[in-house]
């Protein structure tokens, strides 16, 4: 993987604060900062910080970070973005009391899926996206466990996408979120199997 460095790339939304401390980017979030469309809540809000450089096709691209995420609706992950209106995040979420792993993927109105993941609060996770085909395929892990499955998402290889790290916060201000690590290389070679990352 070849790592990118913090100064790359361009906020969909400034955040409230972007500090670099060592080789960590700490991101802090603008109190009512979001991305959804319409599906449920009737509301649309595209206030999320994504960090943003071109994601290749075929390509993967990981976002590390601290999954300290203590207030309802905290989130930070990686955001692939082609329009206003059809857009992926993937990453941890704070809901229903517990951290979750998840993705919301919108093509004009969003959907979001999610699964309680309760022993990653406060550590090191990993999500990663590849782009290979006519697909996404999106992955997770904590610290150096193995990555999981989350979603496999359709998506047309022709389209032009960017890609990077992200955080919202919709519910308050102050949420502050460090990513340790920012990098893309080679798409995975399967989908199925322990052998299937080009890491």
């Known amino acids: 993987m070849a790592t990118h460095a913090w100064d790359e790339g361009r906020w969909t939304n400034p955040p409230a604060a972007v500090h ?15 991305a959804w469309r319409i599906t449920s809540y009737g509301f649309t809000h595209d206030t999320e910080h994504a960090l943003l450089v071109p994601f290749a096709a075929p390509g993967a691209m990981e976002v590390t970070f601290v999954a300290a995420l203590p207030e309802l609706y905290d989130q930070a992950g990686i955001f692939i973005r082609a329009s206003d209106t059809l857009w992926i995040k993937a990453g941890v979420e704070r809901a229903d009391g517990l951290p979750q792993v998840g993705a919301v993927v919108t093509n004009q109105r969003s959907d979001w899926s999610l699964a309680p993941v309760p022993d990653w609060d406060g550590r090191l996770v990993t999500i ?47 949420l502050a979120v460090r990513f340790t690590s920012w990098a893309t290389g080679d798409a995975d070679a399967a989908l199925h199997g322990d052998s299937d990352l080009e890491v």
């Open 20 to 34: 670099q401390d060592g080789t960590d980017l700490i991101v802090t979030a603008v109190a009512g900062s979001d």
């Open 128 to 174: 990663r996206a590849s782009r290979a085909g006519d697909a996404i395929t999106l992955r997770a892990r904590v610290d150096d466990e193995p990555f999981r499955l989350i979603r496999v998402v359709p998506l047309d290889p022709a389209l032009a996408l960017e890609a990077g790290p992200f955080t919202c916060a919709p519910t308050r201000a102050g």
